[in-house]
């Protein structure tokens, strides 16, 4: 069976299911995908360097924002 996010397993009910994958150098880009929906990742073109953070509502799963910050 196919899980959200692409994960092992599927989630408790009333979770939500998430994956963050950190990338490797120039190689491959970081994504995060939060509920079977990817957010962040080099095909959306809304990664960059240093951190990448997405804000979700924990109550309802609503996306509020995404960002990076170059540290």
């Known amino acids: 069976p196919r ?12 979770h939500f299911a998430f994956k963050i994958i950190s990338g490797a150098a120039n ?11 990817i957010l962040m990742s080099s095909v959306k073109n809304n ?12 109550t309802n799963g609503q996306l509020l924002k995404v960002d990076t910050f170059d540290v």
């Open 3 to 14: 899980h959200k996010c692409g994960n092992h397993k599927s989630c408790p009910e009333n």
């Open 27 to 37: 190689v491959v880009g970081p994504s995060i995908c939060f509920d079977d929906m």
């Open 47 to 58: 990664i960059g360097r240093g951190l990448n953070i997405a804000l979700m509502n924990g």
